[in-house]
C-alpha cells in the first residue's frame, strides 16, 4: 500500500466523521463523552490540535519539537494543564465556529501530507514514524475520538473496509501495549482473524498458533482502540496469551491504560 491511499482512506474517515458532528445540536456539544473529563467539543479540539502538530511535524520538524518539549513540559505539571494547553483554542470558540477549526486543522495536515513519500519518516512525540504508520496512526484517532463522539450522540457510523489500518495496527502493537507497562511479552505467536465490513477476511499471525482471536474486524478496533471491553463484544478468544493482550491491549501512545469496565456499553 502505498502513502496516497492512507491519506485517501484518512481524508475519506474525517468525512464520515464531520457528517456526524455536522447534524448536532448547539446542546450536544457539550455532552459528556467516555473519555474521562472531556465533551464532545474536547474530543473536536483534540483531533484539531494533533492534526495541526502532524501538519508541523512534516512540514517543520524543528518547530515541532519545539512544541512537542512545550507540551511534555505543561503536561507534567497535570492532565488539565496539559488539556488547557491542547484544548483550549476550540473550547474558547462559538460553538458554531468549533467544526471550522477542525476542517481547518484537517485541511492543514492532508495538504503537507501530500508531500510524503513512502519511505519517509516523521518526527513524532515518541519515535519517529514511518510516513504510512504515521497517518494511520493519526487515521486511528479520528475513528476512535469518533466513537466517542458517536457513543455520546447516540448517532449511527456505518463500518468500513478503513477499519483494516486500525487492525492491523492494533496486531503490530501487541508488543508495545507490554513495554509500555513494562511487562515480558506472552511467549507464543497470536492467530488474529477478522470479518471485514465487505466481508472479506483479514488474517494476521501464523494460522496453526495456539493462541487465537476471531470475529467482527469494528470489534477487536474497539477494543484494542480501549472504546469496547472484551466482554461487550462478541470476539471469540482462544489461549490465555490472547485473553490477556486484549484485556490490557492499547493501539494508541501514552501510559498505560485500560478500556471501559464490562457493562458500560
Known sequence: ??????????LAEQVALDDIVASLKAEQWSTNTASPRWDVTDQIAHLTYFDHRAAQAISDPEGFQIEASRLFSVAGSGVE????LTLHE??????????????????????????????????????????KSFLTARLMEVWAHGQDIVDAAGATRPASDRLRHIAQLGFITRGWTYL????EVPEGDVYLELLAPSGETWMWGPEGAAATVRGNAEDFCLVVTQRRNISDTDLL????????????AQAFAGPPSNGPDPGRF
Open 90 to 131: 476550540v473550547r474558547d470558540l462559538p460553538i458554531g465556529k468549533r467544526l471550522e477549526a477542525w476542517r481547518t486543522g484537517r485541511a492543514t495536515l492532508a495538504s503537507a501530507a501530500q508531500t510524503l513519500t513512502d519511505d519517509a519518516r516523521v518526527e513524532w512525540y515518541g519515535p519517529s514514524m514511518g510516513s
Open 1 to 10: 500500500m502505498h502513502v496516497s491511499e492512507v491519506i485517501a482512506d484518512l
Open 237 to 248: 478468544v482462544t489461549g490465555d496469551s490472547a485473553v490477556d493482550w486484549l484485556d490490557k
Open 81 to 84: 494543564d496539559g488539556d488547557e
Open 180 to 183: 509500555n507497562r513494562r511487562e
